[in-house]
């Protein structure tokens, strides 16, 4: 093929996606506008993410194919993923995140890469001789990791399910059991948020000095609710905040999970 025909089908090639971009222009900015008036905030297209993928990708997403190309570079960063090429994935994540900022599974999958897979990697990195070098690395991948899901929160505010993987991730990651409650406690406010993570937000509430008594009232209040949240390690909890806390004998749960719950003094 001669120069001249190659230029001519490239030409024609983005002269297609143009006015398929125009054609689907009207329906995009409705779209757009639905999701600004339902809470979700826009992730425009700009010079950086040209930079990232490319004048082709770039010309493609701003056509209105933001989904083909998120999934392509998606695929790709699964590659860098079996390559352990972390710094790369974790570009490629950025990327695909920008285009499909309401993909909850972008966000999910990306910080579960970062905070876990990256960071255990870092950690036990053979070709990096000083532990204290592998253990900042360790912590700046679990800090890419939050930072997705943050962002990923940002823009689906109404997720329960970003909220529980960033309280799942401050509990197991980073240990910070506050941040950890609020995030589970802020979760289970959330629509279709499971029962566990209400739960979840009260023991890690136990675990942060000057939270107890907050903790107990919360993990009471479930008890109280009946025997389906009268699970094993609820029980547990409780009667190791009444040890800690001196509640009385008296307004203790009952040794029997099953026993009707004995009535707080007034």
């Known amino acids: 093929m001669s120069g001249a025909s190659f230029l001519f089908r490239s030409l024609q090639a983005v002269f297609l996606v143009i006015v398929a971009g125009a054609?689907?222009?009207?329906?995009?900015?409705?779209?757009?506008?639905?999701?600004?008036?339902?809470?979700?905030?826009?992730v425009p297209l700009g010079i950086d993410l040209r930079e990232q993928i490319g004048q082709s990708g770039f010309l493609a997403a701003l056509s209105g194919f933001r989904a083909p190309v998120a999934a392509?570079?998606?695929?790709?960063?699964?590659?860098?993923?079996?390559?352990?090429?972390?710094?790369?994935?974790?570009?490629?994540?950025?990327?695909?995140?920008?285009?499909?900022?309401?993909?909850l599974l972008y966000w999910d999958i990306a910080a579960w890469h970062m905070a876990w897979n990256a960071s255990i990697a870092a950690l036990q990195d053979k070709h990096q001789p000083s532990e204290v070098l592998r253990e900042r690395a360790r912590r700046q991948y679990i800090q890419l990791g939050k930072d997705f899901l943050k962002?990923?929160?940002?823009?689906?505010?109404?997720?329960?399910?970003?909220?529980?993987?960033?309280?799942?991730?401050?509990?197991?990651?980073a240990e910070d059991h506050a941040g950890a409650s609020a995030a589970f406690a802020k979760a289970s406010s959330l629509p279709g948020a499971p029962a566990?993570?209400?739960?979840?937000?009260?023991?890690?509430?136990?675990?942060?000095?000057?939270?107890?008594?907050?903790?107990?009232?919360?993990?009471?209040?479930?008890?109280?609710?009946?025997e389906k949240m009268r699970l094993p390690p609820l029980i547990a909890e409780l009667r190791r905040l009444e040890e800690k806390l001196s509640i009385p004998a008296e307004q203790r749960i009952p040794v029997s999970s099953s026993s009707p719950s004995p009535k707080p003094r007034s």
Do not use: C
């Open 151 to 173: 962002r990923g929160i940002r823009n689906n505010p109404e997720s329960y399910l970003l909220q529980e993987r960033l309280g799942i991730l401050l509990r197991d990651k």
């Open 72 to 103: 392509l570079l998606w695929i790709e960063s699964h590659a860098a993923w079996e390559k352990t090429e972390w710094g790369r994935m974790a570009g490629l994540f950025n990327t695909v995140t920008t285009l499909q900022p309401h993909s």
């Open 196 to 226: 566990y993570v209400a739960r979840f937000a009260a023991y890690e509430a136990g675990k942060v000095p000057g939270m107890e008594r907050e903790a107990y009232d919360r993990l009471r209040a479930l008890y109280n609710q009946g």
């Open 23 to 42: 054609l689907l222009l009207p329906w995009q900015k409705e779209l757009q506008s639905t999701a600004t008036k339902a809470g979700f905030h826009s």
